[in-house]
């Protein structure tokens, strides 16, 4: 039912269009990027129906694409327009992310702005705004404030992005029941339905390209669906009733964003996405604080613990206090407690209307827990699941923020578990409606719940969230989010998550920003038919590959007590990063990434392998000249394998050089991860 509602979006655009104005005469522009490799031509068809069209090295990536938008209650807005007064300009500056996966980032662009003017009587205007990069290019619609339309009720946009070239694609399909949480399809692109962004293509030259989109505000996040051939149209996700966007003007669409690379570590390595968001807008950040954490968590995904109350009950003060102590000693951050609040017994699934988020079990006592924490210098990482319910959530949202406040909590996971298109949301008409994850109410809802927060020093890691796309740059406590299929999927997952995921991750739902993967395992055997799919050297290497700034250590303490010498790196490995670099990489096989840390002279490096096994050449080039390094390796065993024998891991250490080239041997399903010591 939820994808037939996606598909009859499509099917209701009018098949014929109704008679035009006659068209102005074609007038075009170009930008190029700074580098002149990609070129952007803008122009219009013999209808006056803008287009555009993408080409890098003078080969063609984008055929002529078309422009506009479907309205619910006046002409759409696609013909009879004229391209006039273009302007151009150039920007170059280099900004400091706050946190990241690089302390430094250039934001250099050549942009291009046209006004697009009907021939009509109305006279309706609007900009196009092209930003083109080295990396890629962005484009949005600018809506100026006008009489001949003061409001925009949009039903669909009429984006179009036309391959020019065969590809393989890796996608996951929209506007299915389980959100973001997939496992991608690799396939032609002839045989793409329906898909959410980011999409990953690589064309027949080699050439990759991500199609997603940046500044996901206020608006309807937008998904692909193919037409025909190789031809892609935006498909906003549906509204409360038949209008996707309400808007008045003057306001802007997100930007629509296509990263470009050589390869697939190139296109890995992008910053395009943050580029095209608006610099920080909360001032000094220091309060947000990248970290790792525990948690009371995988004991209930492995079915010994309950988020309800009762004789099983998780967040116990005896439990959370061991958690607490644990983190203290082997240096974490953080302890996340989840089913600490009244109404996870009963059909909390359902409605969220139970929940209340300031009432605790009477078995967790908050205000100890948090001064206990504080005593051993962690902090008690906060929890509300919703349900998707926003609307309940908001009427307790502020209450729930000043709680936390008062006892010191300072990071918040959220969670809005629920099928696709169940949240709840306040309609304009001040009733309940059921939305969509990723529509415009949702997308409101999210940045409500972000700024909120930021109002009381409190980051904000959303679970089962809206997509990510780079909002973390002018809202830095977006700290996290998950938006993917987790590790949680390889602790009851019906299939889990196949050795293939995690490269598969790197060059999709990563190319928009860090995500609360939970790695670490080291308990093989779960109630996964396949277990977690990994090697213990894989899992290590998580922690450098998936990149985020709250890292979990996810498993059960006993686990981590057990095996001291693999749970070092875990303890060692930072989570803030002063330089990333991306050796090498093809989308759902292999990847090795190399990252420095932010607050000491050392790098890290982790390379994960799909089901096959691997050997990779990793020169460390990116090591400081002239200087030695003490690498220590943790690294698949002669005999390690995803199936049989996913615990036999090697530990040893070798004095390594800038000029030294390492042979990485990774295990079917493994991986390996090192440590660099600066001497």
């Known amino acids: 039912m939820l994808l037939r509602l996606f598909a009859l979006a499509v099917l209701a655009l009018p098949l014929a269009a109704p008679a035009a104005q006659p068209a102005p005469k074609a007038a075009s522009a170009r930008v190029t990027s700074p580098d002149g490799r990609i070129a952007v031509d803008l122009s219009s068809d013999p209808d006056g129906r803008p287009i555009y069209s993408v080409s890098r090295d003078g080969k063609a990536l984008l ?51 046209v006004t697009l003017k009907e021939t009509a009587k109305t006279a309706r205007r609007l900009d196009l ?78 050439t990759h390209l991500s199609i997603h989109e940046a500044a996901l505000i206020d608006y309807s996040g937008m998904n692909l669906t193919r037409v025909e051939g190789r031809r892609f149209k935006a498909l906003l996700t549906p509204g409360l009733d038949g209008v996707k966007v309400r808007r008045q003007a003057p306001f802007n669409t997100p930007w629509r964003t296509v990263q470009i690379a050589d390869d697939a570590a190139g296109l890995a390595m992008s910053s395009l996405i943050l580029n095209l968001n608006d610099p920080n807008v909360l001032g000094d ?20 613990k309950t988020w309800s109350s009762g004789p099983r009950h998780g967040a116990t003060n005896e439990n959370v206090m061991k958690h607490i102590d644990f983190a203290a000693k082997n240096g974490f951050g953080g302890v996340l407690v989840e089913g600490w609040n009244v109404g996870w017994d009963g059909d909390w ?12 079990y009477p078995d967790f006592d908050l205000e100890k827990l948090s001064a206990y924490a504080k005593s051993k210098g962690v902090e008690i990482i906060g929890h509300h699941e919703t349900s998707a319910n926003a609307a309940h959530y908001e009427s307790q949202m502020e209450a729930a923020f000043d709680l936390y406040q008062q006892v010191g909590v300072h990071a918040v996971k959220t969670g809005y578990v629920s099928d696709a298109g169940e949240a709840k949301v306040i309609g304009a008409d001040g009733k309940r409606h059921y939305a969509w994850h990723e529509g415009q109410d949702m997308a409101r809802h999210h940045l409500k719940v972000v700024t909120e927060a930021a109002k009381r020093h409190i980051s904000i890691n959303a679970h089962e969230p809206i997509k990510d796309t780079g909002l ?10 998950e938006g993917a299929r987790g590790m949680e999927y390889s602790a009851w997952g019906n299939p889990g998550n196949p050795p293939e995921h995690e490269a598969n991750l790197v060059f999709t739902r990563l190319l928009a920003g860090p995500m609360d993967y939970t790695p670490g395992i080291f308990g093989m055997k779960t109630r996964a038919p396949d277990g977690v799919a990994t090697t213990w050297a894989k899992q290590l290497a998580l922690y450098v590959v998936i990149y985020s700034p709250l890292q979990m250590a996810a498993d059960l303490l006993e686990n981590y007590e057990a095996n001291p010498r693999p749970f070092q790196f875990i303890k060692d490995v930072p989570v ?11 989308v759902g096989d292999y990847v090795t990434i190399a990252r420095k840390d932010r607050h000491s002279d050392n790098w890290y490096l982790g390379a994960v392998s799909d089901e096959e096994a691997r050997t990779l050449k990793a020169p460390l080039a990116f090591l400081d000249k002239g200087r030695k390094y003490t690498a220590q390796i943790y690294r698949d065993g002669d005999k390690a394998n995803w199936k049989t ?32 010591i600066a001497r």
């Open 129 to 206: 705004v092209f930003r083109v990069y080295d990396d890629g290019l962005g484009f949005r619609y600018e809506f100026p404030q006008q009489a001949s339309l003061p409001q925009l009720n949009i039903r669909e946009e009429l984006t179009e992005f036309v391959l020019a070239q065969p590809a393989t694609t890796w996608w996951i399909p929209a506007g299915e029941w389980n959100r973001e949480e997939y496992l991608y399809h690799r396939t032609p692109v002839e045989e793409v339905g329906i898909a959410q962004t980011p999409i990953t293509f690589k064309l027949a030259n080699g």
């Open 63 to 113: 055929a002529p694409s078309h422009l506009g938008f479907l309205l619910a209650d006046t002409p759409k807005l696609d013909r009879a327009f004229a391209v006039t007064q273009p302007r151009t300009r150039s920007f170059d500056e280099t900004w400091e992310q706050p946190w990241g996966e690089r302390r430094q980032i250039r934001n250099h662009y050549n942009e291009l702005r």
């Open 349 to 360: 699934f359902g409605n969220g209307d139970d929940f209340s988020f300031t009432r605790s």
């Open 645 to 676: 024998a996913r615990e036999d891991i090697v530990i040893e250490e070798r004095e390594v050089t800038s000029a030294d080239t390492l042979t990485l041997k990774l295990a079917p399903g493994g991986g390996q991860a090192i440590r660099f």
């Open 285 to 304: 950040v220091s309060w947000v604080k990248p970290m790792k954490y525990v948690g009371v968590w995988w004991e209930m995904h492995q079915d010994l």
């Open 472 to 481: 973390r740059r002018t809202w830095p406590n977006t700290i996290d989010r």
């Open 576 to 586: 803030d990063w002063e330089d990333t670099r991306v050796l090498n990489g093809e």
